[in-house]
């Protein structure tokens, strides 16, 4: 069993930046890839980031490359999503996930979910 909680969310300005943070119970967490996804309101969830169990490749969702960094500290059972140059449309719930599987985009894939954190970035 994995029990995940995420902190960290808020209300920032567009250009502004964001640390999110999992912190994951169980002593398997290291075993575990990680991911997070968001839902924004009337939209269907979506991928954003995923980290593997070793923290030694990630993968990102084409709209945050190059402002989103998913890492991973498995000394503290934690995975962080820095999230910098946030802009309106990434207002959304974000969940933290884990799943042993190798399919990282589909939520389907994971195993245990957090209960969201929210992040409102206005304009």
């Known amino acids: 069993q994995v029990h995940l909680v995420e902190s960290g969310g808020g209300l920032v300005q567009a250009g502004d930046s964001l640390r999110l943070s999992c912190a994951a119970s169980?002593?398997?967490?290291?075993?575990?890839?990680t991911g997070w996804f968001r839902q924004a309101p009337g939209k269907e969830r979506e991928f954003v980031a995923a980290?593997?169990?070793?923290?030694?490749?990630?993968w990102y969702a084409d709209s945050v490359k190059g402002r989103f960094t998913i890492s991973r500290d498995n000394a503290k059972n934690t995975v962080a999503l820095q999230m910098n140059s946030l802009k309106p449309e990434d207002t959304a719930v974000y969940y933290c996930?884990?799943?042993?599987?190798?399919?990282?985009?589909?939520?389907?894939?994971?195993?245990?979910w957090g209960q969201g954190t929210q992040v409102t970035v206005s304009s």
């Open positions: 980290i593997s169990a070793s923290g030694g490749t990630t």
């Open positions: 169980g002593r398997t967490f290291r075993n575990y890839n």
């Open positions: 996930a884990a799943t042993v599987r190798y399919q990282f985009v589909s939520g389907q894939s994971y195993d245990y």
